[in-house]
């Protein structure tokens, strides 16, 4: 079965966490703000936040952000239901904008209608989290010029987009948002097997991030309130978690980061040549890239003509019968059972319904070869053949 994503670790992965096993520091040691430190630089933020997962990393920036009870945070329908869940947690409410159907992205026009209407109700969002969906960067420049206008902090979702650049900037440098979450689970970009991290450029930003991975609690003599009761002494300031990333996975993410290049220029040389290949069907369409980005092609996702729920189900049936573990990304996340018993119902974002029923994720991983890519569209295209004529 070729899956249709999957991490890639070698000798030098594997030496690199044995070491850190060997070391003094199993949990959050040197290791972790040497990783911060250096996907910051590579990056070209100022601060790298290193945590357990990107969710826990999303949590703790909204929180940084003082999302909470009374607040409006909007994302995309089309992502993983943490860029939302987030939200939840703090107690704030969560809305959606509608995606635009040849990307997958949240919907720049959809935003600006949305934030009009919302003006007029005095019921702006606080926080708008973008979802650089499959690795492809969201127009975050005219994201910017809307969260001036209205007022709105922009957390960008980059849990897809390690490595991607919109306008020639790395996703990651915070040019057009407060903050940028990334993660490092094994089908994404580099991975740490659990791990995400939170950038910025905005010092009280990262202090407050730092503070909340870790309980709350501070060991700088500035941030107490309260007189020192000696050498062991530690303030607890606000109510944080334990979302601390270990050294051990902080190792591999630096192992993992001096193959990224790599990484990328292998998913790109793969998506490639399955543009060029799909060009010759009328019926299968890549999405849409911007010529102002670089894809980190976290996914490869194509759309499926003509196909309706039960066609959609059969195709992806096929597909994994015949070897191809394809998979959907994503259920819009308004049609969960959690989120519809909030309210949200079928219709509320047509085109990220529209966009799901067609959707299908093909393999694309670093070790994926040239000759698979072709297996993988000729077994796509039989079974398209196959679910259309019963
Ligand atoms: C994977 C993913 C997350 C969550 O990442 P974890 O590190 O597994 O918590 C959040 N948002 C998106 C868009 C994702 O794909």
Known sequence: MIPYGRQHLDESDIEAVLETLKSDWLTQGPTVPKFENAL??????????????????????????????????????????????????CGADIDFVDIDLQTGNMCVDALKHKLENAQANDCLPKVVIPVHFAGQPCDMALIRVLSKQYGFYVIEDASHAVGAKYQNQLVGSCEYSDICVFSFHPVKIITTMEGGMALTNDPSLADKMRMLRSHGITNDPARMTEESHGPWYYEQVALGFNYRMTDVEAALGLSQLNKLEDFLEKRNILARHYDSLFRLYSNIFPLTQSNDNYSSYHLYVVKVDSLDSDKHAKLISELRERGIFAHVHYIPIHLQPHYKSLGFKNGDYPNAEHYYQQAVTLPLFPDLTLEEVEQVVDTLSNAVNSVNSK
């Open 40 to 89: 910051a630089d590579y990056c070209n933020a100022n601060y790298g936040v290193a945590v357990n997962s990107a969710t826990s990393a999303l949590h703790i920036a909204c929180l940084a952000l003082d999302v909470g009870p009374g607040d409006c945070v909007w994302t995309s329908p089309n992502s993983f239901v943490a860029s939302s869940n987030c939200a939840l947690y």
